[in-house]
């Protein structure tokens, strides 16, 4: 139902004088300039998470603990699952007490012979020589009546010779056994025993290294996005266990036609919309062209990175939502350039309050709307019936009211560089 005119009228002009009515608002104004900018258009993009890792399980076994929910954020290396491990430390503890036993054995052969044992060893190479010469003097007694005197027998002789070579050798043995404790183990002995305990230190190692994947965690900072598996379940190697997903970060990924895709560099700052938070405008950098080319659409992705904002524990841009990205296209044109501070956003809607005379030689203000075009630094297009020469609003503009009166702190001074033209980055 369509209002009368001179109602319409009475709206207008009551709502006008509520706003005159409204002591003046402290502001800060800046000009409006134009300059030479790229032609660009909107391209459709898709917001991606700028890594994502399905995390699987290295060993096979039953899951004891989930310490995340979908949704929830990890850091890097914190525990997010644990698979059971009673089996795995059982077999740990029988390598470490392996390992000890030849670590041991290696040092008792470092170490070398202690003084008891050596003192050992020498008494009893002493009492095989004592023996030895007891024996040889017999067997010299029993040569001479045997062979001089003709008093003893042959058998007896012959059992004096032999007892005394047996003695001699015991000697020998027990002085060469004594010589070996004197100079200690030999230095291959020492290397075997030392290869043993090294083995044995990497079978260690091993089964530790095989603990620590007993745990899941994850590689870097983000959010779970999926779990595949809980508590109770049984978790075959390699199987997948939970998605993790960085936000901080995000690429907002679209994709370019062939004959535009020149116009696009690698570290050009581009505006992007995105339609579930139609009240922020966000900016990004491009960094990465990928050349190659859906053969199908004959487009070319490019990626655009923000810088998330996380509010209360949630990231703001959420991977896969619907997003615009402004990118240049080839071709220049003059464009009304005005700074990011001045716009006015809500409802996917962008306005800009300027400035305009008012009675009694007060300043007032009106609220334009307008169509967002290229970025260029703290810079924007935009598009709308602004009269030349216009000033807007960068500060104080979130609380004001068309046609109220303002009071101007300050004025900012010109945008464009005055020693190169104003252009869109590319």
Known sequence: MKRPLFLSALLAIASVTTALAQPAAPVVIAPLEEAEVSSSQAFVATVMP????????AVAGRVSEFYFDEGDA???????????TETIKLQIAAAQAELELR?????????????????????????????????????????????????????????AVSAAEAASEAFNAAEAAHGLMVKGPRIEKIAQAQARVQVQEAVVGELEDKLKKYTIRSRFNGYISRKHTDVGSWAEQGADMVDVVELDEVDITAYVAEHHVPYVVLGAEVRIDVSAIPDRIFTGTV??????????????????????????????????????????????????????DALVLGAGKAAVYITAPGPDNTTIVQLVPVQLGVTSGDRIEIIGQIPPGSQVVTRGNERLRPGQAINVLARTESLSSPTSTSRAPR
Request: charged share 30%; glycine share 6%.
């Open 50 to 57: 700028r890594r994502e890792a399905v995390i699987g399980s």
């Open 287 to 340: 960094v990465a062209i990928v050349p190659q080319a859906d053969v199908r659409t004959r487009t070319f992705p490019v990626k655009v990175r923000v810088t998330n904002e996380i509010q209360h524990g949630v990231p703001l841009l959420k991977a896969g939502m619907l997003a615009r990205v402004q990118l240049p296209t080839g071709g220049t044109k003059q464009a009304l350039l005005c700074p990011k």
């Open 74 to 84: 990890v850091e890097a290396g914190q525990p997010i699952a644990q698979i059971l």
């Open 103 to 159: 670590t041991a054995e290696l040092e008792e052969l470092k170490n070398g012979s202690r003084e008891e044992e050596l003192a050992q060893s020498k008494a009893e190479m002493m009492s095989a020589k004592a023996r030895k010469d007891y024996l040889v003097a017999r067997r010299n007694r029993t040569a001479d009546l045997y062979e001089t005197r003709r008093v003893s027998s042959k058998e007896e002789y012959d059992e």
